[in-house]
Nanobody, 127 residues
């Protein structure tokens, strides 16, 4: 069974940093693009960042560009989201997701492109 497990969320003050991790339990991880999405209370899930299977291309939402960095370590079946300069508007449940298609080289921003999702990890930024 394919699983994605996120970790690293928590409570942080505005201006602080967190690093989220997402570890996949399936062997084809290194063939799939990965993405991070988030959902704040009362809002729809939104795209945050994505990375292609070989780390060749990344893409970010405008709201996090320059503050967040997505990376992956295929040898560990893990994708990361380094979040710096956090502000209260970043408060949300963060989800990682896997695109099931083989070795895409273009960034995928739509949640409908992703077929496997983690359970989410809460990030709370206090002012």
């Amino acid at each position: 069974q394919v699983q994605l497990v996120e970790s690293g969320g928590g409570l942080v003050q505005a201006g602080g940093s967190l690093r989220l991790s997402c570890t996949a339990s399936y062997s084809a991880f290194d063939n799939n693009a990965m993405g991070w999405f988030r959902q704040a209370p009362g809002k729809e899930r939104e795209f945050v960042a994505t990375i292609t299977y070989n780390s060749g291309t990344t893409a970010y939402a405008n709201s996090v560009k320059g503050r967040f960095t997505i990376s992956r370590l295929n040898a560990r079946n893990t994708v990361y989201l380094q979040m710096n300069s956090l502000n209260p508007e970043d408060t949300a449940v963060y989800y990682c997701a896997a695109d099931g298609r083989y070795r895409l080289t273009t960034p995928q921003r739509a949640s409908s492109d992703y077929v496997t999702w983690g359970q989410g990890t809460q990030v709370t930024v206090s002012s």
